[in-house]
């Protein structure tokens, strides 16, 4: 054969590979990313429902009682949830347990309505608005120690 009668073609590509069926390496990636965020959801959810049930904890506890016993059983849950994150701290009297309820976040404790709780277990009568802003602060308090690390 001559070579002016031969049909001669350029080098042929081959087609790019398809984006569908992906490779074993991404399914891995895909399961390994998939397991990831259903264990964040998981931790969030756990996170959650621990926190609602110390909301209950600290709203079920004072219901149904006086303004002074209300504030008694504040002053025992917060002294509890002390306890979890200092040892000693729920022995603390007068001054230095409201400056360790401050903590570093202001003086809503020592200078703020926080003081009830230093008498208003004691008063014959707590008048409602200030015990429901001490009842506020304490609460607010409260979930803070007990999500605080150990």
Same mark, same amino acid.
Do not use: C
């Given at each position: 054969?001559?070579?002016?009668?031969?049909?001669?073609?350029?080098v042929?590509?081959p087609?790019?590979?398809?984006?569908?069926?992906?490779? *074993? &390496?991404w399914?891995? @990636?895909? %399961?390994?990313?998939v !397991?990831?965020? /259903?264990?964040?959801?998981?931790? #969030?959810?756990?996170?959650?429902?621990?926190?609602?049930?110390?909301?209950?904890?600290?709203?079920?506890?004072?219901?149904?009682?006086?303004?002074?016993?209300?504030?008694?059983?504040?002053s025992d849950?917060?002294r509890?949830?002390?306890?979890?994150?200092? *040892? &000693?701290?729920?022995? @603390?009297? %007068?001054?230095?347990? !409201?400056?360790? /309820?401050?903590?570093?976040?202001? #003086?809503?404790?020592?200078?703020?309505?926080?003081?009830l709780?230093?008498?208003?277990?004691?008063?014959?009568?707590?008048?409602?608005?200030e015990?429901?802003?001490?009842?506020?602060?304490?609460?607010?308090?409260?979930?803070?120690?007990?999500?605080?690390?150990?």
């Amino acid at each position: 054969m001559a070579p002016d009668t031969l049909v001669l073609r350029d080098v042929h590509v081959p087609p790019a590979p398809s984006w569908w069926p992906p490779a *074993p &390496g991404w399914w891995l @990636l895909a %399961g390994v990313v998939v !397991l990831v965020l /259903l264990g964040i959801a998981a931790w #969030r959810w756990h996170r959650r429902r621990r926190l609602q049930r110390w909301q209950r904890w600290f709203d079920a506890v004072p219901q149904g009682r006086a303004p002074a016993e209300q504030v008694a059983a504040a002053s025992d849950l917060l002294r509890r949830a002390a306890r979890r994150v200092s *040892p &000693g701290a729920d022995r @603390l009297e %007068g001054e230095a347990w !409201l400056r360790f /309820l401050d903590g570093e976040q202001g #003086r809503a404790f020592s200078e703020g309505p926080g003081r009830l709780l230093l008498d208003g277990g004691y008063r014959r009568t707590v008048e409602a608005s200030e015990l429901e802003a001490a009842l506020a602060v304490a609460r607010a308090r409260f979930l803070e120690l007990m999500a605080a690390k150990r």
